[in-house]
């Protein structure tokens, strides 16, 4: 399984903001973990959406599902091991998914440059 911290990186070649790890594993049997990031912008998204799913395709994971990318406002990729949320920044506060997950041992990652 590739490491989550992996999937961080490459969510940051794309200047992806406020990225989480949250490792559920002792709270859902959903899935392992969570990796959720914040972007600026819909082609933002679409841009971090597009390079995690080549940069894994790349090493042979590809997703069980995609959500969201009609509206480019919370795209959902699927993995099963983890699920990968994408965010425009506003509507990850509307939903609160770092508060709903709070239990869970969390992961903030951050670039190089310590931003």
Same mark, same amino acid.
């Given at each position: 399984?590739?490491?989550? &911290? ?7 070649? &794309?200047?992806?903001?406020?990225? =989480?790890? !949250? ?5 859902t049997s959903v899935?392992? !973990? !969570?990796? #959720?990031? *914040?972007?600026?912008? /819909?082609?933002?998204? =679409?841009?971090?959406?597009? +390079? #995690?799913?080549?940069?894994? &395709? ?11 990318? /009609? ?8 993995? !099963? /091991?983890?699920?990968? +949320?994408i965010f425009i ?6 939903? *609160? ?7 869970a041992k969390i ?9």
């Amino acid at each position: 399984m590739i490491r989550p &911290k992996t999937i961080a990186k490459i969510m940051l070649e &794309k200047k992806a903001t406020n990225i =989480k790890i !949250f490792d559920v594993r002792k709270i859902t049997s959903v899935t392992d !973990f !969570f990796i #959720v990031c *914040d972007a600026a912008s /819909d082609p933002q998204v =679409k841009a971090i959406q597009n +390079h #995690v799913s080549r940069s894994l &395709k790349k090493r042979g994971i590809r997703p069980s599902n995609i959500e969201g990318q /009609d509206q480019l406002e919370w795209v959902l990729m699927d993995y !099963f /091991d983890f699920i990968i +949320h994408i965010f425009i920044e506003d509507k990850r506060e509307f939903y *609160d998914i770092d508060r709903l997950w709070a239990d869970a041992k969390i992961t903030l990652i951050e670039d190089d440059n310590g931003k």
